[in-house]
């Protein structure tokens, strides 16, 4: 796998992240918390969900950046796919509880209980996880 392809690969997963767990995050606030009775209309909506999704794309560049090293790494040392992808699932899952823990700054007890931070928290994991597991993991051999 060359740089390229690596990098190709956590762009997608960062991508895929961002976008989709946007979606499956404020498909879950609109409907299952206080956080409907605040959206007026489909425009507010989407205002929102922009607003939100361009702020979680600009803080989680350094994220992915760490990633990015990480799994480069693990793609060199010639390791299987399915271990990469194990290890890659557990490094986004610490890199991601730490970037929640610090962004808003709410401890460790958002994980326990039902506000929005924990909502955001397991849709962005989920989504990350699968996209993680899901896109190949391209391997190019330098001779």
Not at 4 to 11: A, D, G, S
Not at 19 to 29: A, E, Q, R
């Given at each position: ?140 051999s330098k001779v």
């Amino acid at each position: 796998m060359t740089v390229n392809e690596t990098l190709k690969y956590v762009l997608k997963v960062w991508a895929t992240t961002i976008i989709f767990g946007s979606i499956l995050t404020f498909s879950i606030l609109t409907t299952l918390t206080t956080f409907a009775s605040e959206i007026k209309n489909l425009i507010d909506l989407a205002r929102i969900s922009f607003t939100v999704t361009f702020i979680a794309t600009l803080l989680t560049i350094p994220v992915t950046l760490i990633f990015y090293i990480l799994a480069d790494t693990l793609v060199r040392k010639k390791l299987t796919n399915t271990f990469i992808k194990g290890v890659l699932v557990f490094i986004a899952a610490v890199l991601i509880f730490i970037f929640f823990v610090f962004v808003f700054e709410q401890g460790t007890d958002f994980l326990w209980t039902y506000s929005s931070t924990a909502i955001f928290f397991y849709c962005y994991f989920s989504v990350l996880t699968v996209s993680i597991i899901v896109y190949k993991l391209n391997r190019v051999s330098k001779v």
